[in-house]
């Protein structure tokens, strides 16, 4: 990878970011909606264009960043010019003012108060939790069962964040939630697609859906919070800090803030976690070679035992395979900020209200930067390549002042997770089976991810049982 051929490809001779042409009332809109994935890859890939290119989504013009730098000036360097995009400020219907969508001191404050719980010291006492929900869910398979890695991981996931998050065991509510999210999920596409908003006080069948889904997960909300603040024992989770903290002024967070960040945490630590994995298993299934190295490493660092936090420097070939599912397959696809002032990028003028895309879709997968991008590699990740890697090549977590408040305690997960179950079942994909990629907000298995459970070798088991 030399500068050259890693340098930013901006045409000069054009006044404005050339792009694809569009019909003249809906621009790209019906070429972007039957095939986002391919509409974006299109677009970056076309030499002539460069590595900024506008489109249009009706009214709307877009800026698509191709290239590590010119995404480091947004999310960076020159951040205070743009706000989150209009799919995430449609997403207040659910999140309300959580970290996720909030803007300003708004946001600054929240960030202040939530961040002493993400701190990597506090975050490594989840770990037996998290094992232990993984255990939980174990010991309903049966080999020879086939069953949905999706669902399956949407629930682990959720049980988990219910749990080390906020100290409840949730139960039968599980499925409960997790339909309610994706029915929000489904409905959330339909009215952000494309960037078509539809007003979500108008009463099509789509925002009932919307609405009812959302009722039902704030009633399980308010019920944990009402009975945690009735609750007098001292606890050490997440929401018990959230009710215990306070700003300069000693205001604590209402009911409806408290909302706001749980709803969100528990949309962002369920749903982005369970996609990931539910493609890394896919991968894994898809090449047995790579399987083959990780159960090897697992039998060489446990020894049979269940994985903890103190493993985790030693489970470097199961970190890796998490970091190249989350290229190939980023749980988050792609994500957008909107100029809140007239600014530049790559030397082209940008007006206020202009949107600006990023696809982590893309530039995982920009052969640029790695080698044989289509291909599952894991052992790409040595500590040499993470170094000359350019900072926004791989941002499966988005970067800057808005870096996700919980990637750590997500990258922990999901290896802890990846261990545990490794370990006792191999998962192999459904015969017959036909992947179709659906990228809703993050990136689904639109038929879910059917696997059929086989258990390991006795070998790679002792210890396990009983333990």
Same mark, same amino acid.
């Given at each position: 990878?030399?500068?050259?051929?890693?340098?930013? +490809?901006?045409?000069?001779?054009?006044?404005?970011?050339?792009?694809?042409?569009?019909?003249? #009332?809906?621009?790209?809109? =019906?070429?972007?909606?039957?095939?986002?994935?391919? $509409? $974006?890859?299109?677009?970056?890939?076309?030499?002539?264009?460069?590595?900024?290119?506008?489109?249009? &989504?009706?009214?709307?013009?877009?800026?698509?960043?191709?290239?590590?730098? %010119?995404?480091?000036?947004?999310?960076?360097?020159?951040?205070?010019?743009?706000?989150?995009?209009?799919?995430?400020?449609?997403?207040?219907?659910?999140?309300?003012?959580?970290?996720?969508?909030?803007?300003?001191?708004?946001?600054?404050?929240?960030?202040?108060?939530?961040? /002493?719980?993400?701190?990597?010291?506090?975050?490594?006492?989840?770990?037996?939790?998290?094992?232990?929900? !993984?255990?939980?869910?174990?010991?309903?398979?049966? /080999?020879?069962?086939?069953?949905?890695?999706?669902?399956?991981? !949407?629930?682990? =996931? $959720?049980? &988990?964040?219910?749990?080390?998050?906020?100290?409840?065991?949730?139960?039968?509510?599980?499925?409960?939630?997790?339909?309610? %999210?994706?029915?929000?999920?489904?409905?959330?596409?339909?009215?952000?697609?494309?960037?078509?908003?539809?007003?979500?006080?108008?009463?099509?069948?789509?925002?009932?859906?919307?609405?009812? !889904?959302?009722?039902?997960?704030?009633?399980?909300?308010?019920?944990?919070?009402?009975?945690?603040? #009735?609750?007098?024992?001292?606890?050490?989770?997440? %929401?018990?800090?959230?009710?215990?903290?306070?700003?300069?002024?000693? +205001?604590?967070?209402?009911?409806?803030?408290?909302?706001?960040?749980?709803?969100?945490?528990?949309?962002?630590?369920?749903?982005?976690? #369970?996609?990931?994995?539910?493609?890394?298993?896919?991968?894994?299934?898809?090449?047995?070679?790579?399987?083959?190295?990780?159960?090897?490493?697992?039998?060489?660092?446990?020894?049979?035992?269940?994985?903890?936090?103190?493993?985790?420097?030693?489970?470097?070939?199961?970190?890796?395979?998490?970091?190249?599912?989350?290229?190939?397959?980023?749980?988050?696809?792609?994500?957008?900020?909107?100029?809140?002032?007239?600014?530049? &990028?790559?030397?082209?003028?940008?007006?206020?209200?202009?949107?600006? #895309?990023?696809?982590?879709?893309?530039?995982?997968?920009?052969?640029?930067?790695?080698?044989?991008?289509?291909?599952? &590699?894991?052992?790409?990740?040595?500590?040499?390549?993470?170094?000359?890697?350019? +900072?926004?090549?791989?941002? /499966?977590?988005?970067?800057?002042?808005?870096?996700?408040?919980?990637?750590?305690?997500?990258?922990?997960?999901?290896?802890?997770?990846?261990?545990?179950?490794?370990?006792?079942?191999?998962?192999?994909?459904?015969?017959?089976?036909?992947?179709?990629?659906?990228?809703?907000?993050?990136?689904?298995? +639109?038929?879910?991810?059917?696997?059929?459970?086989?258990?390991?070798?006795?070998?790679?088991?002792?210890?396990?049982?009983?333990?």
């Amino acid at each position: 990878m030399s500068a050259d051929t890693n340098a930013i +490809r901006i045409p000069t001779d054009k006044r404005v970011p050339p792009g694809p042409a569009g019909n003249l #009332a809906l621009g790209n809109l =019906t070429e972007f909606r039957r095939d986002p994935l391919g $509409f $974006f890859t299109r677009c970056a890939r076309d030499a002539e264009r460069g590595d900024l290119v506008r489109y249009r &989504i009706a009214h709307v013009n877009v800026y698509l960043l191709n290239h590590p730098d %010119l995404i480091e000036s947004v999310l960076v360097t020159d951040h205070h010019n743009f706000i989150k995009g209009r799919t995430l400020q449609a997403g207040r219907v659910l999140l309300g003012e959580g970290l996720l969508t909030s803007e300003g001191e708004s946001w600054r404050r929240q960030r202040r108060l939530m961040q /002493p719980a993400f701190h990597r010291e506090r975050i490594a006492v989840y770990g037996e939790a998290i094992v232990a929900s !993984a255990q939980q869910m174990l010991a309903a398979w049966r /080999p020879g069962e086939t069953r949905d890695a999706h669902q399956e991981m !949407a629930r682990l =996931t $959720f049980q &988990i964040v219910a749990q080390t998050l906020f100290g409840v065991q949730v139960g039968a509510e599980a499925d409960e939630v997790s339909i309610a %999210l994706r029915v929000f999920l489904e409905q959330f596409r339909n009215q952000v697609d494309a960037a078509l908003l539809i007003p979500d006080w108008l009463p099509t069948p789509g925002n009932l859906r919307l609405r009812a !889904a959302i009722r039902q997960l704030e009633a399980i909300i308010y019920r944990i919070i009402r009975a945690r603040r #009735a609750d007098r024992a001292e606890r050490d989770d997440l %929401l018990a800090a959230l009710l215990r903290a306070q700003d300069e002024d000693g +205001r604590q967070m209402t009911d409806r803030q408290l909302r706001d960040e749980v709803m969100t945490l528990f949309l962002a630590g369920h749903e982005t976690t #369970a996609v990931a994995l539910a493609w890394t298993w896919y991968l894994l299934s898809q090449n047995p070679d790579v399987e083959n190295k990780l159960v090897a490493e697992l039998e060489a660092v446990l020894n049979g035992r269940l994985p903890t936090v103190a493993d985790l420097p030693n489970l470097v070939y199961a970190e890796q395979v998490v970091k190249e599912s989350m290229r190939l397959y980023p749980p988050v696809w792609a994500f957008a900020r909107v100029a809140v002032r007239d600014c530049e &990028i790559g030397g082209y003028p940008v007006r206020s209200g202009t949107s600006i #895309a990023m696809s982590q879709w893309v530039m995982h997968r920009d052969a640029r930067f790695f080698d044989r991008p289509a291909e599952f &590699i894991p052992e790409r990740w040595t500590d040499e390549f993470v170094r000359r890697l350019p +900072r926004f090549a791989f941002f /499966p977590f988005g970067g800057g002042p808005r870096v996700c408040i919980g990637s750590s305690l997500a990258m922990m997960e999901a290896v802890l997770l990846l261990a545990a179950i490794a370990q006792q079942f191999r998962l192999t994909l459904a015969p017959g089976y036909s992947l179709e990629i659906w990228p809703t907000v993050t990136l689904h298995p +639109r038929h879910g991810m059917p696997m059929a459970i086989t258990r390991r070798r006795p070998s790679l088991l002792q210890g396990i049982v009983g333990s």
